[in-house]
């Protein structure tokens, strides 16, 4: 008697538990006529058969790689099991590296329980994965037909409604009360106001985003929908009678040109991950490095991911975020953070301090005047050739390049003398400190603003490089180049910045 496993599925959220069940009794009854004993069974509820990206059924060929008690995986037909034939194939091969065998409970297949060949069964298989494919394909396309169809008659064809809008009779219509929310949203962020304050003064006023409150995501996910424009793209066509307009093109032009100011390589496969190197996890300890993946349809999708669930996904539980989202809450709270807490006049006296220091040490000016002594030296030497009645057209050349070469110089020298008399004044600091950041690039930001991160499921903590104190600890503060480090929260004046956010 062989052991056997079950792998089932169904397709549709609109099917019911009920096909699953009804494919596991034909299983269990074909097990029960043919000897087999079932020791598992994997299911994928409402899952597609075009891939293989299933979490059960990628768990089954994980499982058949190590030295389970099991031979055989039975499925109620073919298309369970798949309706793409490569991939059919290559998973068929991977368990019959494994010595694994694929069995269908209603189907001839090309392999027998005993493991001999079933010769129709070679045949017949390779009809059935091909009807599969087929009536997979046939269907996809149908149904795309009938929805293009339908938006080109400025039909809504169904999906998660955008927020602001209403559905009558598969026509969409603006829903005032949420519109004038959604108006107000994008007018706030042109004007400056980060997403985190937006969502809470929504909050605050008791608005609710479908029920529920507003998070910062919502906010982004909202600022970058072209449907407030009146554009649905889809399928690289584009509808303008679908979704009736209901933000500015200016205003959404505005807010597309400060979103982009803080995205970075967002298309990118060399993408740069602004938290790089300063994230660790909140439960393991271990760091959190940025990662990708690739869905199906080819889009890359960009992610922060525990290194030690990286290598195994057991040894940690902490879930991936997404990079944009992770990357926009620390901008924000960053910014924040600069704009509101940080004592500017001693950042000002400190970029003032550290000017000086640095004109005071004028290394630049130095290295010009020994450059230019170096060149009157030889200067002075052609010129004694010259007295000496040492005349080549060589030597008028290197006259000319030597001259060019002080005046050069003496250009310079002037410039370093000048910056010497004239170094950053207060009133020059401050006017950077107080509107120049906003044009800092995020990376930059980041690097001088974000310290460490700790980072848990449902909450971030981040150490911010600033203080308006000396550290007892340190007994050298005075010679530092820059703000000491301390932690801050945003909701009491304790240690840390703490940001509940949910995911």
């Known amino acids: 008697m062989k052991n056997a496993v079950i792998y089932a599925r169904y397709s549709s959220d609109k099917q019911t538990d009920q096909s699953i069940e009804g494919q596991l009794r034909v299983c269990n009854e074909y097990a029960e006529r043919n000897g087999l004993t079932i020791v598992d069974t994997y299911i994928d509820r409402a899952t597609t058969g075009t891939n293989d990206n299933r979490p059960s059924f990628q768990r089954m060929l994980s499982d058949s790689d190590k030295p389970v008690v099991w031979d055989i995986v039975l499925v109620y037909a073919i298309d369970r099991f798949g309706r793409n034939a490569i991939e059919i194939a290559m998973n068929k091969q991977r368990l019959k590296k ?24 070679i045949l017949l298989e390779n009809v059935y994965i091909g009807l599969a494919e087929y009536f997979s394909a046939e269907l996809a396309q149908k149904v795309s037909r009938g929805l293009r169809e339908n938006r080109e008659k400025g039909l809504y064809t169904g999906g998660t409604l955008t927020y602001g809008y209403k559905v009558k009779d598969k026509k969409v219509y603006v829903d005032e009360d949420q519109a004038n929310i959604v108006r107000e949203i994008f007018t706030m962020y042109a004007n400056g106001h980060m997403a985190r304050k937006i969502a809470d003064r929504l909050n605050n006023s008791g608005i609710t985003y479908n029920g529920k409150i507003f998070l910062q995501n919502a906010i982004y996910n909202m ?35 400060r979103l982009e100011h803080n995205k970075l390589g967002q298309k990118s496969r060399n993408t740069n991950f602004l938290l790089k190197g300063k994230i660790v ?29 990286k290598k195994n996904k057991n040894n940690c539980h902490k879930a991936t975020v997404r990079k944009d989202y992770l990357e926009n809450i620390v901008l924000d709270m960053a910014m924040e953070i600069f704009t509101s807490q ?34 009157e030296k030889s200067m002075a030497n052609v010129m004694k050739a010259i007295e000496e009645g040492i005349i080549y057209d060589v030597t008028k050349n290197r006259v000319k390049e030597l001259q060019e070469q002080l005046d050069d110089l ?37 690097d001088l603003m974000v310290n460490r991160i700790e980072l848990f499921d449902d909450e971030i903590i981040v150490w911010f490089n600033y203080s308006n104190k000396n550290n007892p600890d340190d007994p050298d503060t005075e010679s530092r180049d820059f703000i000491l480090q301390e932690k801050y929260t945003m909701r009491v004046n304790t240690a840390v910045i703490i940001v509940t956010m949910k995911l």
């Open 98 to 121: 494994n010595g694994k065998t694929l069995i269908s409970a209603t189907q001839r297949t090309s392999d027998n329980i005993d493991g001999t060949k079933n010769l129709d069964g």
């Open 342 to 375: 940080v004592d500017l006049d001693m950042i000002c006296d400190e970029i003032i301090r550290v000017n000086r220091k640095s004109i005071a040490d004028h290394s630049t000016l130095n290295i010009l005047l020994e450059q230019k002594a170096q060149v």
């Open 281 to 309: 996890c909140g439960y393991c300890g271990k760091n959190i490095n940025g990662d990708s993946g690739t869905s199906h349809t080819g889009k890359v999708s960009y992610y922060y991911k525990c290194v030690n669930k």
């Open 223 to 257: 600022l970058h929908n072209k449907k407030y424009i009146g554009r649905y793209e889809v399928n690289g066509e584009v509808y303008t009678n679908i979704f009736p307009q209901l933000i500015d093109d200016a205003v959404f032009d505005t807010v597309q040109r």
């Open 410 to 446: 003496s250009a310079k020298i002037l410039v370093e003398q000048y910056k010497q008399e004239n170094g950053i004044t207060r009133e020059e600091a401050m006017e950077y400190l107080t509107s120049g950041v906003r044009d800092l690039s995020p990376q930059l930001l980041i």
